[in-house]
């Protein structure tokens, strides 16, 4: 469906931070369920943080492979929409809300769990095998919001989609760290469920509201015009 114009406005641009920050929660929380499923509980987490139990030692690279694994279905079921010409605004919305170029950046400066797995293989060529391991897949989701975007637009539309979201996150792991970082690493007790804290459900409820708001505000938006 080439031509379609995804919408940059203030309440678009919202709702996209909010389904970015619920991504990342449901990518880390991955993590940590499949902690809890191989591991037994004793894991934590927080809004951008996890820790294992320790009896999760020898198991690790599979609670890894679990975060990613879900950021990148999701990317291409994103993919998928746009091909069809179906829902576009999902379609690029989960591709955005994964971070494609995050991940990206992350693989080529060292870190990630896609370099923490290619170590376990070849640790002198962790680095250039997981760059290239994301860049074969986040650029077929990318080549499909880019030729879905109309010609004369995509140049800006699709780089401002990638990062205007982004920015106001940019700051939660620091945040998260100063605030939950005796939890994470076992010098603080809170009360809990499924080893997340009660304030940490109670903040990505808030933000799960905040987007069906958005969600029905640019539904109505849309009817009216």
């Known amino acids: 469906m080439p031509g379609y114009r995804f919408s940059l406005d203030p309440r678009s641009l919202l709702a996209l931070v909010a389904l970015c920050w619920l991504a ?26 996890f820790a ?17 694994a879900l950021s990148y ?3 291409w079921a994103g993919m998928a929409l746009v091909l069809r010409g179906r829902a576009m605004w999902w379609g690029f919305a989960l591709v955005i809300a994964n971070k ?3 991940r ?21 060529s962790a680095r250039w095998l997981a760059t290239a391991t994301v860049l074969m897949l986040v650029l ?10 109309p010609a004369r637009g995509r140049g800006w539309m699709l780089p ?14 620091a945040i998260d760290a100063a605030t939950y970082g005796d939890w994470i690493h076992g010098q603080a007790t809170l009360p809990a469920a499924f080893g997340v804290p009660y304030s940490v459900w109670a903040i990505e409820a808030g933000v799960c509201l905040l987007f ?11 009817r009216t015009h």
């Open 24 to 49: 990342s929660f449901a990518h880390e929380f991955t993590h940590h369920l499949a902690g809890l499923a191989l591991c037994g509980p004793g894991g934590r987490m927080s809004l951008s943080l």
């Open 52 to 68: 294992l139990a320790d009896s999760c030692d020898a198991r690790w690279p599979w609670t890894t492979v679990a975060g990613p």
């Open 73 to 75: 279905l999701l990317m």
């Open 100 to 102: 494609p170029l995050m």
């Open 104 to 124: 990206l950046l992350t693989v080529a400066t060292g870190g990630g769990d896609e370099g923490r797995l290619w170590s376990l293989v070849a640790p002198q």
């Open 140 to 149: 077929p989701p990318l080549w499909a919001c880019w030729r879905a975007l």
């Open 160 to 173: 401002a989609a990638l990062l205007l979201p982004m920015l106001p996150l940019l700051g939660v792991p």
């Open 212 to 222: 069906l708001g958005l969600l029905l505000g640019l539904r109505v938006a849309r």
